[in-house]
Structure formats: structure tokens, C-alpha cells
């Protein structure tokens, strides 16, 4: 069986038991054995990387796996020898995403953790941190695959793919998760169906469906699986004719564009409730999942794990790590350079796509060109991210500001600029690339 050693950058996350699970899960197929992994996180994280540690350690030895876990807080160290190394980390950690969430509801849009203002204030603080590690992977162990499972995934991975040489590509569960929706609601093993995935992280588009190589997208479409798929993505009915006629299957987070009065409505009436953001309700849910990781008698994931969100995530990394150790071809939806693979957008740019991985790593598989109804958004969004990288890397107030009044969701120079402010200033301890923050004008 062939051996790898994983490193895991934010190994202290409450996601990572998920990850273990499918690693336990790999070793017993046959695939492929963790020998050694090594949790890091930063030194403020160390009690809860400690936790962790102790708490998949519990779950290895239940399982009888033979591995070797070690946690750092130094980053180099916990590198060294790595054949993989997947970045989960969030800069800030949840007060910096409740901030996200919290300011652009003030002037009207909606506060989310990976698209609009949130998600640009989360990818100015991110995108430097992650070109660390990735050098740092070059520096230690420069044969290793970075899999980045960082938020917002399809930008962050875009700067890495720019400007480092690491060996990169996104992960996201999204694509996945309707993948497996699909499976469930037609009764069928997910193992037999394939998509056709085209578009951006967190704007994708599912453009073909096959059960055992026979399309079914029309089957699909015209069945009551639609209508009921678009009420729990809460677009609404009223949509599906017009989705229907454009033959793609959207993911969830077109609520944020299609549905935008909607989920501002419902964000306040959570807020307005006492419920507050999904920040505020993850803090809760991560404070309850702690106590169990630290209980001696826990050594399996448990349920409360699935309220955290991200489910299936552990099955995109390790798919596509088994596909690459094995050499043995395997297709996934992943974020990757789309050197065309995606029409109507630059080949330099970072693509959510149906890809096929082998030993070699992950090849975008060409797409038709997507439906003019969407493609539009589709391209205004890749502006706002193609922006957004260099704003972050160059610490340019003015590509800031027009990176936020090109999102689809702002699109106002006022609204752009005070959210602008308000971002700089919450997260000052976080930029200190961005040495002036007048906008000009304003």
C-alpha cells in the first residue's frame, strides 16, 4: 500500500476529525496509508490544536491505523517531508468573519463569509498568509501538493497560483454537495454519476448530468427534483422556469445574487431574532464540538459535526490525493487554472471546473461555453476576484475600492467606499500592506 505524510495548516479547526474520518476511511480501502501527519496551527491556536491532536490520535487507535500525529506551531518544522499539505487556515479566526458578516448588512448587502464585502474583507486578510505558506511549502518540501481548502477558496488559490510555484489547486464542497444531492434524491450510488461542472468558486453551474455515461440532465430538469432543490437553496420557485430554460443546475450561493432582497430579509430577521449571522451560530456550535474533542471517551466524529457545515469537503481533498498517489484517473470539480477549460474568461485565471486528476495532478476538462443568461454574472464576478488579488497583494486602496464597486452586490462608489473604510479599519491589525487608506474622492 503506498504511504504519504500530510501536513495540515489550521490543523486545529474543527473540521479536521472529518478529514481524519476519511483518512481512516482510505487506509481501510486499501488506497493509502497516512504514515505521518502533522497538525499546525499558530501558536494562539495551540489549546485547540491540542484538543484536536488528542482527539484523532483517540479516533486513530480505535481504528487501529498506524500513524504517527504530531502538532506545531511553527509552520517549517511541521512541514518537513510533507508528500501533501492542505491550508484550511481563517485569519482572523470566527471574530474576523462575524465582522465580515456584521458591516456590509449596515449598508444594505448582505454579510457572507466568501462573496460580497465579507468575502472581500476575508480575502484581503487571507491572501498574504496564504502566499506565506505556499512559500514556505516551496522553501521545505517543494514536491508537495498544496490543496487549499481556505475561504474564499477560488480567489485565495488564484493569488497562489500567481505568484508562487507552488504545486496548487482549490477544493470546495459545494459541487460535491450537489453531486450527492442529486444521487440521494434519485435513489442511485453517487459512484455512478458524473457532472459537468463550469464557472467560479461559489458561482458554479452544474451544465451536464450522466447516470452510468447516459445524460439525464433533461430527465433532471423537467422532473420535481428541481422545484424541490431550489427550495432548499431558498431561490424560490418563481426561478426555476427561468433556470430550467437555461438548462444548469446553480449552486447554492446564487441565493446571494439571484434572491439578494430575500437574504438580506433573512439575515436581518436572524440578527433581529437573536440568532445572529452563521458567524455568531458557528461560534456556538464550535464551542460544543470542543468539549466533545476534549471528552477521553469520545473516539468517533460526532454528530454535531454535520451542524458545522463543509460536509463531504474531506472527499474532494482525499479523492483527489488517492487519484494522484495511485496514479489511477479520477474526475472531481476542482479550482484550478482554467487555461481555457472555462470560454468567455481569461486562461490565466482560477476556474471551478470538472477536472480529471491523475499522478500528474489536476487537468481542467474543456466546458461549452456557458449560457449568455449567466455568463455575464459569471464575468463580472471574476473582474471583482481578479481585483480583489491585487488590491491584497499590492496593498492598493484604489484597486480596492474598485474591486468592491465592481461586485455584483455593491456596484454604488458610495456604499463602496464607506464599506471600504469600515473593512480597512476593523481589520488594520490583519492589512498591514495597505500603508494609505484614503480613497480618493470620497
Known amino acids: 500500500m503506498k504511504t504519504i505524510r500530510l501536513a495540515v495548516v489550521g490543523g486545529g479547526s474543527s473540521y479536521t476529525p472529518e478529514l481524519i474520518d476519511g483518512l481512516i476511511k482510505r487506509w481501510q480501502n486499501g488506497e493509502f496509508l497516512t504514515e505521518h501527519l502533522a497538525l499546525i496551527d499558530i501558536p494562539q491556536g495551540k489549546r485547540r490544536l491540542e484538543t484536536i491532536a488528542g482527539f484523532v490520535q483517540r479516533m486513530m487507535q480505535s481504528a487501529g491505523m498506524p500513524c504517527k500525529v504530531t502538532s506545531w506551531t511553527e509552520l517549517a518544522p511541521g512541514l518537513e517531508g510533507a508528500d501533501f499539505v492542505i491550508s484550511q487556515i481563517r485569519v482572523g479566526g470566527m471574530k474576523a468573519r462575524q465582522a465580515d458578516e456584521h458591516i456590509p448588512i449596515k449598508y444594505g448587502i448582505v454579510g457572507q463569509e466568501t462573496t460580497g464585502p465579507g468575502g472581500f474583507a476575508c480575502a484581503l486578510r487571507t491572501i498574504p498568509a496564504a502566499l506565506d505558506i505556499a512559500r514556505q511549502v516551496e522553501a521545505v518540501c517543494p514536491d508537495a501538493w498544496l490543496l ?213 495532478g489536476p487537468k481542467p476538462v474543456a466546458q461549452k461555453q456557458l449560457p449568455v443568461g449567466i455568463l455575464g454574472l459569471v464575468q463580472k464576478v471574476k473582474c471583482y476576484e481578479q481585483l480583489t488579488v491585487e488590491a491584497a497583494v499590492e496593498g492598493d486602496v484604489v484597486k480596492a475600492f474598485s474591486a468592491l464597486i465592481n461586485h455584483p452586490l455593491v456596484q454604488d462608489g458610495e456604499t463602496a467606499a464607506n464599506l471600504l473604510k469600515d473593512i480597512l479599519e476593523a481589520n488594520s491589525e490583519f492589512l498591514p500592506q495597505f500603508k494609505a487608506t484614503e480613497i480618493p474622492g470620497f
Not at 207 to 214: A, N
Not at 233 to 245: S, T
Open 148 to 360: 487549499n481548502f481556505t475561504n474564499p477558496s477560488g480567489i485565495v488559490t488564484e493569488a497562489l497560483i500567481k505568484y508562487t510555484k507552488a504545486k496548487v489547486f482549490g477544493l470546495c464542497n459545494v459541487p460535491i454537495g450537489i453531486k450527492m444531492g442529486i444521487a440521494q434524491a434519485l435513489g442511485v450510488e453517487h459512484q455512478r454519476l458524473s457532472v459537468d461542472v463550469s464557472g467560479l468558486n461559489h458561482l458554479s453551474f452544474v451544465t451536464g448530468l450522466y447516470l452510468d455515461g447516459t445524460d439525464i440532465m433533461e430527465r433532471v430538469m423537467n422532473s420535481p427534483l428541481l422545484g424541490a432543490y431550489f427550495d432548499r437553496i431558498k431561490i424560490g420557485r418563481d426561478l426555476a422556469f427561468f433556470v430550467n430554460e437555461l438548462s444548469v443546475i446553480p449552486g447554492s450561493y446564487l441565493y446571494y445574487y439571484w434572491s439578494r432582497q430575500k437574504a438580506i430579509r433573512d439575515q436581518l430577521e436572524d440578527i433581529s431574532s437573536g440568532k445572529g449571522t452563521r458567524a455568531d451560530q458557528v461560534m456556538k456550535i464550535e464551542a460544543d464540538l470542543f468539549k466533545l474533542y476534549a471528552d477521553q471517551s469520545v473516539h468517533t466524529l460526532p454528530p454535531e459535526l454535520k451542524q458545522r457545515g463543509g460536509a463531504y469537503y474531506s472527499d474532494v481533498a482525499l479523492n483527489s490525493i488517492s487519484a494522484i498517489v495511485r496514479n489511477v484517473p479520477h474526475t472531481e470539480v476542482l479550482n484550478v487554472e482554467n487555461l481555457g477549460a472555462v470560454p468567455g474568461l481569461p486562461e490565466d485565471v482560477v476556474v471551478e471546473v470538472t477536472t480529471v486528476v491523475d499522478g500528474s
